[in-house]
């Protein structure tokens, strides 16, 4: 999946918390969404000395962020059913080092074939098979 493609797929699936989420989907999103988050600072720390200008863009940066937080939340779920655990695994994040445990999860292929949460995310070649050695 390209850069392009995962972030319009994820947008596409605003609010669809069902489903499976390959890596690929998963960190393209991420990646999109930390390049935004730069771009929102960088415009935030250049209007900050610009009072009307500063309100303006900070309103902007603040519905931006609550616009996207809902599709993040959701492929973030999607990403666990595809290595077929629970959304519920979210809240470990909120653990110290929780997140470290999220970011191992985010990391895992996702289970060959079905599980319980849909058909495989791999389409019709299936998934990318291991280097030698890392099996």
Known sequence: MSFSTAISTVLSNYANFRGRATRS???????????????????????????????????GVFVIIVA????????GIRRLHDIDRSAWWLLIGLIPFGGLVLLVFFCLPGTPGANRFGGSSFGASGPMPMPVGFN
């Open 68 to 75: 996207l937080f809902i599709p993040t939340l959701a492929v």
């Open 25 to 59: 989907e998963y960190w393209y999103w991420s990646l999109f969404y930390i390049i935004l988050e730069a771009v929102m600072m960088a415009v935030n720390g250049v209007a900050r000395h610009i009072p009307l200008i500063d309100l303006v863009v900070s309103a």
